[in-house]
C-alpha cells in the first residue's frame, strides 16, 4: 500500500518537473522529468501486476 502511496507522488512529482522545465525551456529538467514519472510508472505498474 505505501508503495502505491509513493508511486503516485513521485509520478506527481515527475510531472511537476516536467512542466516546469517546460516553462524555464530547460531540456534537461523537461527530460529528468518525464523519465522520472515514466520511471515511477512503470515500477509502480510491475509492483500492481505482481511480476
Known sequence: MWFIIFGII????GIIM?????K????MLTYIGIVFAIMT???VMIKLTGH
Open 10 to 13: 513521485f509520478f506527481i512529482e
Open 18 to 22: 516536467t512542466v516546469y522545465g517546460v
Open 24 to 27: 524555464k525551456k530547460n531540456g
Open 41 to 43: 510508472f512503470g515500477v
